[in-house]
């Protein structure tokens, strides 16, 4: 495994995922509402448009997809082979994606969000502890750790077998 390459990738891709949500999220805040605990969706559900939703989608899966193939390339250039080894850089590298995300999008974003989100400037899920105990240790602890990490290690292994 070529260790310098992976953390390198996996910073310069925590850079844009995080650069492309946050742009996405000044440009579209209600839509992002739909992401945030159910409190907040629920108070924000009548100012959502369907239509900013799916430009949202828009945005995020081709991210995802973006992520997926820089990383499959990057490895094969950077001579990494064998199934294993391209399938751990995969999953260190949506790691730090995933780490990144909690500590700027779930730790720090937050409290500044709050005014950007009409109808759910008083909800109690913007509290700190109520926001990571319902959704960012849940997302980031469980659910990448366990679904997402390991697609995207699966995702790197198996694009880069292609070349």
Known sequence: MNW???????????????????????LLPQAYSTMFPKEIRQAAAPFVEKKDV???????????????VYWAVSA?????????DLFWAGYIEMTMVSVSDFLILDCWLPPKAKPFIKGAEHCKA?????????????????????????IAGLAVAGLNMLF
């Open 4 to 26: 310098p390459r992976i953390i390198l990738d996996g910073l310069s891709m925590s850079l844009l995922f995080n650069a492309v949500a946050g742009l996405g999220f000044l």
């Open 54 to 68: 799916r430009t949202m989608k828009l945005i995020l899966y081709p991210l995802y997809l973006v992520l997926f």
């Open 76 to 84: 094969h250039f950077a001579g990494m082979t064998g199934f294993r």
């Open 126 to 150: 913007w509290e700190r502890r109520e926001w990571l105990k319902t959704l960012a240790i849940p997302e980031h602890g469980l659910l990448w750790t366990l679904i997402v990490c390991p």
